[in-house]
């Protein structure tokens, strides 16, 4: 993930802390002394006593906290203008003041963490993940100032995403949800969950499989009501259904899409996705087209143009081998898949996956030549 936002800010805090309060005790004007001399840890000693021997020093908390906030302790920071607050809102200014002063600084060097993070991911994961460490803690240190920053929840979460630590990202982009309903919030915690179903059927845990498609189907369905049209999420929710077994229910809900804008292309690929999925061939081939004639540069329904052909070839072939007949009807399939995988390995994200499925259709179709050729580069990607 390379979103970020760089947010400078400053201020002449030492003038706030001075101006329009020069009656203080002793303990107070000698904590300012200690403050302008940055001799934080002998200003902290001299704002305690203060504050021990008057409880109510709104002044003496409202020092305090900024002092902590200069040697980095926001959360004893956040704790002592809270406690100035509850006394008077003499020093309100102030605070509100500084709490966003501390936040654009720990905001800002978690920015500049994560692009360092991000310039490493490539040459050096090991250095890459140092700076993502050092841009959480930052980003952590900002919330804790400011929690209500959809900002800042937006970069932890796609901190954690850059890092590999999707089950940590989900905290904030939970945030990013309730506080904004953003966008990215439903569109990247849709796609963990759905990574995780994945993840959890490929060993064989089923039923935690579906919980976690569930949930990714929760949270795009409920993304799609505000961003109907998002593409991604219209992906990941087509993909979750036939992963929750619920294809039947996704099927319905996608037709009365298409019927609704017949003219949009990813509702369209969706549709045809799932219709595969159920091996209604004929009916994902339709939809398939009309996306390919709506964008004929649609490598995604290219594609999977080429992978219904293939299917329904072989679907055709183990049914007249079931049934004890002869056909070669399952050949015609294989003929018309051949020129949309031939496309699709051209694509810039073919893989070993495209190239074998294009050599499984030479060795049916007798073109054997052409079937060595594509198997010998599957084995190349690997």
């Not at 019927?259 to 339709?286: M, Q, S, W």
């Amino acid at each position: 993930m390379k979103h970020s936002k760089l947010l400078v800010i400053a201020f002449l805090m030492l003038s706030m802390i001075f101006v329009g309060y020069q009656c203080g005790s002793t303990e107070i004007t000698s904590a300012k002394l200690y403050i302008q001399q940055k001799n934080y840890d002998k200003a902290i000693e001299v704002l305690q006593k203060e504050i021990t021997k008057n409880p109510k020093s709104d002044e003496g908390y409202y020092l305090l906290g900024y002092v902590q906030g200069e040697q980095g302790n926001f959360e004893g920071m956040v704790d002592s203008y809270n406690k100035s607050l509850a006394i008077s809102k003499g020093f309100e200014k102030n605070i509100n003041d500084s709490r966003k002063y501390f936040w654009a600084q720990a905001y800002n060097r978690g920015v500049s963490y994560f692009q360092k993070g991000n310039g490493l991911a490539q040459s050096s994961p090991d250095s890459a993940k140092i700076y993502y460490d050092k841009s959480i803690s930052d980003f952590n240190s900002a919330l804790n100032i400011e929690p209500d920053s959809v900002d800042t929840y937006k970069n932890l979460a796609f901190v954690y995403l850059s890092k590999g630590d999707n089950e940590a990202a989900v905290a904030p982009l939970k945030q990013l949800i309730d506080r904004d309903k953003s966008l990215d919030g439903y569109k990247f915690l849709g796609e963990i969950y759905y990574v995780n179903g994945t993840n959890l059927k490929t060993q064989g845990k089923n039923d935690e499989a579906k919980a976690e498609f569930n949930k990714s189907i929760a949270v795009l369905e409920e993304g799609l009501k505000n961003y109907p049209e998002d593409p991604e999420m219209l992906v990941t929710l087509s993909t979750a259904y036939i992963g929750a077994d619920r294809g039947t229910e996704a099927i319905d809900k996608y037709k009365k899409l298409v019927d609704a804008k017949p003219e949009d292309k990813n509702i369209r690929y969706n549709y045809g996705v799932l219709l595969l999925g159920a091996d209604d061939f004929a009916a994902a081939e339709t939809q398939f087209k009309k996306a390919i004639e709506l964008d004929p540069a649609y490598d995604n329904a290219i594609y999977n143009l080429g992978v219904t052909y293939l299917k329904w070839g072989t679907y055709l072939n183990k049914k007249s081998d079931e049934e004890g007949k002869v056909s070669d009807e399952y050949k015609t399939k294989y003929q018309a898949a051949l020129p949309y995988l031939e496309k699709a390995v051209q694509m810039k994200d073919a893989n070993s996956q495209t190239w074998e499925l294009l050599g499984r259709v030479y060795s049916v179709l007798g073109m054997q030549d052409d079937a060595n050729n594509a198997f010998k580069k599957a084995d190349e990607m690997r």
